[in-house]
């Protein structure tokens, strides 16, 4: 039912339509005794969305989550035609103009070769400007990040069974996949918890218990070369660390070399400058607030997490929103993407 509202929606001309209304006005919560209405006024000031994506593939792997290209395509193509579609940079300067027009901003974090092979044709094709964060590591190494190698361990080991000892002692089947799944996120859950030092030396352990070889992901992170290409075609870049490590459990120092090195990593390579910064992760628990001194001190002007919302005029520059509607439905994407923009979510 959901899905053929959607679609009577996305194939008639309300899109079109709801783009007038929201850009000029907005629906209002308003408390009234035990049960809130809602009141329609006028824009007054600038707000933007800022869409995240990852993997862009069609390999439909379950430990690798990612968006379709046909998704992908179809989700472009309803924002090229119905939202005002910026860089980051023009989106900072947005939200600082005072006008009550809506924007928006995709981007990609960590930097994956599918961003290049399948995204950027489709990005291309609309015209679309984006940014892609990358954790500078993996393409230096053409290895996997560490997390990644983690979930393709636990996928590919011969063990049967996974007993953790950190916290309280806990043991895992690892019999199908639901249960390898289970597993390995139940070990990233706990592990970010941990200060950086103690992390790696359990990842280390992790690794070797589940005795699986490194090169499962090998070839998945962007070259520099494509990176180079992308650049010259209107693609932004960012800095997303170098090891993709939790960089509120950091200790200043090493904090301070993740966003240095990996800022002047990428501006080595494109001989142009990065502005802007993405928490990997990026949930709450993910950065602190000392963490946004040193960003500033290592010279970027913005920073961006996942938590969900709008951006406003108000909005802490070094703790911009992002999210979408995590729909595989191309129509109740476009659907639920003009209501969250009418009722500023």
């Known amino acids: 039912m959901r899905e053929a509202i959607a679609s009577c929606y996305f194939h008639s001309p309300m899109p079109s339509l709801m783009r007038r209304f929201r850009d000029g006005y907005q629906m209002v919560k308003i408390p ?11 824009r007054k000031e600038p707000s933007a969305r800022i869409l995240i994506y990852h993997r862009v593939n069609d390999d439909n792997d379950p430990f690798f989550a990612a968006t379709s290209t046909r998704l992908f ?12 579609v910026v860089s980051l940079s023009e989106l900072q300067r947005h939200l600082a103009s005072g006008s009550p027009e809506l924007v928006l901003a995709i981007t990609f974090d960590d930097g994956y070769r599918d961003n290049y092979e ?9 015209g679309l400007p984006a940014t892609i964060f990358l954790a500078t590591e993996g393409i230096d190494c053409c290895e996997p990040l560490w997390f990644e190698r983690m979930i393709d361990a636990f996928q590919r080991t011969r063990r049967e069974w996974f007993d953790l000892e950190l916290g309280t002692p806990r043991r895992f089947a690892l019999r199908t996949p639901a249960e390898r799944l289970d597993a390995n996120n139940c070990t990233f859950a ?4 941990l200060a950086n030092a103690e992390r790696r030396q359990w990842f280390t352990r992790i690794i070797e218990y589940l005795d699986v070889p490194s090169d499962g992901r090998r070839g998945k992170m962007l070259t520099w070369d494509q990176v180079r290409k992308m650049n010259a075609k209107g693609i932004d870049f960012g800095g997303h660390t170098v090891t993709h490590p939790f960089v509120s459990r950091l200790t200043r120092e090493e904090l301070c070399w993740e966003v240095s090195e990996c ?4 501006e080595a390579e494109l001989q142009a400058p990065v502005r802007h910064f993405a928490y990997p992760n990026g949930r709450e628990e993910d950065f602190a607030e000392w963490n946004k001194e040193v960003l500033r001190e290592a010279g970027y002007e913005s920073a961006v997490t996942t938590n969900w919302g709008l951006n406003y005029r108000s ?3 070094m ?4 999210g979408q509607p995590w729909e595989e439905h191309p129509a109740v994407f476009a659907w639920k993407l003009d209501w969250y923009h009418l009722v500023n979510d």
């Open 32 to 42: 009234e005794g035990g049960r809130p209405k809602f009141s329609i006024e006028k």
């Open 73 to 84: 395509e179809q989700q472009m193509r309803f924002i090229s035609r119905y939202y005002k």
């Open 118 to 126: 399948n995204a950027f044709p489709i990005l291309n094709c609309y």
């Open 190 to 193: 706990l592990l970010r918890r």
């Open 263 to 266: 800022k002047r990593r990428v």
């Open 315 to 317: 909005t802490d520059p």
């Open 319 to 322: 703790e911009m929103r992002r």
